[in-house]
């Protein structure tokens, strides 16, 4: 039986990081374990491989893998090559025919046509020990309609190509070298009241007795892309009690606008600028799903939530914490590390308009 060209997030056998990439395959290891994660499928690594197979690319892509990163005009040219032609070649008819399936099906499950869906980079390599690319691949919002998510999936497979990642070489990871492989994550996107980023440790001085959790109004890209100052909340990871509240004044938030039909900044009503944008008891919620979700991972988490307008929470990414968590363990101290927002920058990715009017970010 031949390896599928998709899988969702809630297959028990199949969904696992070799076919969804580190990033979809965390999130479904996240699903099958009972965690409360939006539904999706991934556009498998077979898929992209089965592309680069009838589209004759595997030595060119090869090829632009082996550039010199020092000479960065040479980068650039292999890079706009290999985007050209993974953008010009044919999609496979059976890859096709899947994806169109699967997002059918989605949009069964979500009960509307055309139902909004995230469509993000999932690479294989993202998992190799010593890689990180995080802010490297891509990662597009409230993307409509079959033929718009057969297009993206098409533009994250690019990813694979783009200037930083072929100039990448991070210490250890020799597998890079080969086929790295892109699974390409499909998702229903959530309609957020608040959304943002939470610490199962304070990311200022790496105290593993605090939840740290950051939120605004809307899209939580406001957040990982420090286009707004959110609202910051320090929580003891056993009592619970919200030890610290930080409430900034958030003038704009990252929404969808159907004027435009494109995820951008919007101004946020007056009256709403300098409330919490979460109430207390969904403070102590997240937290307590934070520390849920640390113990069953067994290690400190970074992990993106949002809760929509129902009040329902919806954990949307979940990765290791890597800078307090590799470094020796020592005492807490005062004043140790940097600020909240320079641990952010070194996770997550800017997020910035699209040519299609897409966010696009990293995470």
Known sequence: MSEPHVVWLDDPELASAEVLGGKFGSLAEMTRSGFAVPPGFGVTTTAYRRFMESSRLGDQAAEARSVDPDELAAVEA???????????????????????????????????????????????????????????????????????????????????????????????????????????????????????????????????????????WGLGEAVVGGEVTPDRYRVDKVTFEILGREISSKDVECRFDPATRTVRMVPVPQERRTVSCLEDAHVVELATLARRIERHRGAPMDIEWAVDEGGRVHVLQVRPETVWSRRRKEPVARGAGGGVERVLAKFMAGVAKGPTGDQEGSR
């Open 78 to 216: 292999a890079s706009a090559r290999m985007t050209a032609a993974v953008e010009a070649a044919p999609m496979p008819s059976d890859v096709e025919a899947a994806v169109r399936a699967a997002y059918a099906r989605l949009e069964q499950t979500a009960g509307v046509a055309d139902a909004p869906v995230a469509v993000r980079s999932s690479g294989v390599a993202e998992d190799l020990g010593g890689a990180s690319f995080a802010g490297q691949y891509q990662t597009f919002l409230w993307v409509q309609g079959a033929d718009e998510v057969l297009r993206h999936v098409r533009r994250c497979w690019t990813g694979l190509f783009s200037a930083p990642v072929l100039t990448y070489r991070p210490a250890g990871a020799e597998a890079l070298a080969s086929e790295p492989g892109m699974a390409v994550g499909v998702q229903q996107m959530v309609l957020p009241r608040a959304a943002g980023v939470m610490f199962t440790l304070d990311p200022i001085n790496g105290d593993r007795s605090k939840v740290v959790i950051e939120g605004a």
